[in-house]
């Protein structure tokens, strides 16, 4: 009797990212392909969506309230906050340093590139830069928080969950029914998690499938030194940056790389940070960092610790002065980076957000803003890149708190690794 093979999630995802690159390229140019798997992404990515409020919800109320100490809190935020500001200036740094060492845009003839249609991402850069410099500060507090849910904001919906969380803890025992019922939410919605996560393969397989056959080797070749850069970049950051982080606190970046493999070919795959959220929070936790610094540090991560994203537009800006011939000084940089520092804050949810950032950010020094045409043709294959490294960072940033408030779970960690890995810690 032949033996039934279980294939893993993250060989499943391989599968369908490898079989969707075989069918794009196949039918590259055929309208059909997209018109036919589009919708298969659309639903996995849907159902995605689906999940992601309800958990950061039910966990960060459950979370909160279980700890009910205002003091803690507040110290972990501070904590969370200084970490996410000093970690991706880090990143625009070595997004600055690479450019400039290397020179993307030097000697690239424009007229070989073509120019791609980002109409929508200037005049959503026009609604951000108008709300001038203080916008989070007010845009975290909800008008209205059904409308904060439904349109996936995901600042405000961490403010009412802290607030409503810390409620629950005050009224003592009357509370305990609602603390009960938001555990059963959160139970519930990671059962969901794994259900809809049985999807991946598939989505996966349409997703990319659909990028390859609309995406043509001519249009790279000519910014093929930039995504070489960028590549290189995000790797280096990701195993020299967050690896020496990661050393400080005692963490082995190569063993949590493993542990979260599925999710991060998935976010390869789908150029979503979204797509993994949900597990990543569980695994987490499974990692040993407590309930209440998961469900607080890795949603609020989403907006202010995107250091893939920091990390490309500063190479990005400067490639686009270099391809225009302009020299930037070295206080147009410091300016750049500044200015990279306050934009790249609390847009998260922006649909392109990094190149909505680069918008409000570019005029600023006096970059053609028109240069981000040229790069659009690609900013596809190398946002699958930059998700990659926001999710490892995310994920490195839970633990590094947990880590240094003392609350990590040497015991539950090395239980996880060899229960996944089959080695010890």
Do not use: C
Not at 145 to 150: F, G, L, Q, T, W
Not at 274 to 291: C, D, F, I, N, S
Request: net charge neutral; hydrophobic share 55%; glycine share 10%.
């Amino acid at each position: 009797m032949l033996k039934k093979i279980k294939l893993s999630l993250a060989v499943q995802i391989v599968i369908g990212l490898v079989l969707g690159i075989t069918v794009g390229a196949i039918f590259y140019g055929n309208a059909a392909v997209s018109t036919y798997l589009q919708p298969i992404g659309d639903v996995f990515l849907h159902l995605i969506k689906m999940i992601v409020v309800p958990i950061i919800v039910s966990t960060l109320i459950v979370g909160v309230a279980g700890t009910g100490d205002m003091k803690q809190l507040g110290r972990l935020g501070g904590k969370t906050l200084l970490y996410f500001e000093v970690i991706t200036t880090i990143a625009i740094i070595v997004g600055l340093l690479a450019a400039n060492l290397f020179q993307p845009g030097a000697g690239i003839n424009m007229n070989e590139l073509s120019e791609g249609d980002i109409s929508s991402y200037v005049s959503t850069s026009e609604t951000v830069g108008d709300q001038g410099p203080f916008h989070i500060l007010v845009d975290i507090v909800p008008t209205n928080v059904i409308e904060a849910m439904a349109s996936g904001n995901m600042l405000q919906i961490i403010f009412f969950s802290v607030l409503f969380g810390l409620g629950v803890a005050a009224i003592g025992d009357k509370g305990k029914p609602v603390l009960a019922f938001f555990q059963g939410v959160a139970d519930a919605m990671f059962y969901v998690t794994n259900v809809v996560m049985k999807f991946a393969p598939f989505g996966v397989f349409a997703l990319i499938g659909v990028t390859v056959s609309k995406f043509g080797l001519a249009s790279l070749i000519p910014l093929g030194k930039l995504a070489i850069l960028v590549y290189a970049a995000m790797f280096f950051f990701i195993f020299v940056i967050l690896g020496i982080t990661a050393r400080i606190f005692g963490i082995n970046i190569l063993t949590m790389i493993k542990l979260i493999k599925a999710e991060l070919i998935l976010a390869y795959s789908t150029a979503s940070s979204e797509a993994v959220l949900p597990r990543l929070m569980e695994k987490t936790e499974k990692m040993g960092a407590p309930k209440d610094i998961v469900s607080f540090v890795i949603p609020t991560g989403y907006s202010f610790n995107l250091d893939g994203s920091t990390l490309y537009q500063a190479i990005a800006a400067l490639f686009i002065a270099q391809m225009y011939g302009i020299d930037l000084s070295i206080m147009d940089q410091i300016t750049l980076m500044l200015v990279l520092m306050v934009t790249s804050k609390g847009i998260a949810g922006v649909p392109g957000v990094s190149f909505v950032v680069l918008l409000a950010t570019l005029g600023t020094v006096g970059i053609p803003i028109e240069g981000l045409a040229f790069i659009a043709g690609i900013d596809r294959i190398l946002d699958m890149m930059r998700t990659v490294v926001n999710v490892v960072g995310n994920t490195l940033s839970a633990l590094v708190m947990a880590k240094w408030e003392k609350r990590f779970d040497e015991k539950k960690f090395d239980a996880y690794v060899a229960e996944e890995l089959g080695q010890k810690a």
